[in-house]
């Protein structure tokens, strides 16, 4: 049964930090790039950062200097490491494995609010 579990989330205030983690189950991870997304209320989901089987990495611009994404293959999970978080960060963060020629799989979320 696959599983993917993000968990790291909470009530922050600008400038500070928060680590994301996404544990996954049920396929083999490090054949998977897997990647955070998040949506904010009244908006589109949106891709925040990747990470290949390789380690390859990529950004969104919004968050590219600030957030790093990681992943440990032996634990079967993804980090996002977010600094200098503002208040347009705040959003539901989802964790994403994709594979070509598998469907994709898809965690619950976890709230990310920065504020004051």
């Known amino acids: 049964q696959v599983q993917v579990v993000e968990s790291g989330g909470g009530l922050v205030q600008p400038g500070g930090s928060l680590r994301l983690s996404c544990a996954a189950s049920g396929f083999t991870f490090s054949r998977y790039t897997m990647s955070w997304y998040r949506q904010a209320p009244g908006k589109e989901r949106e891709l925040v950062a990747a990470?290949?089987?390789?380690?390859?990495?990529n950004y969104s611009d919004s968050v590219k200097g600030r957030f790093t994404i990681s992943r440990d293959n032996d634990k079967n999970t993804v980090y996002l490491q977010m600094n200098s978080l503002n208040p347009e960060d705040t959003a539901m963060y989802y964790c994403?494995?994709?594979?070509?020629?598998?469907?994709?799989?898809w965690g619950q979320g976890t709230q990310v609010t920065v504020s004051s």
């Open positions: 990470i290949s089987s390789g380690g390859t990495t």
């Open positions: 994403k494995a994709y594979l070509t020629w598998r469907p994709d799989y």
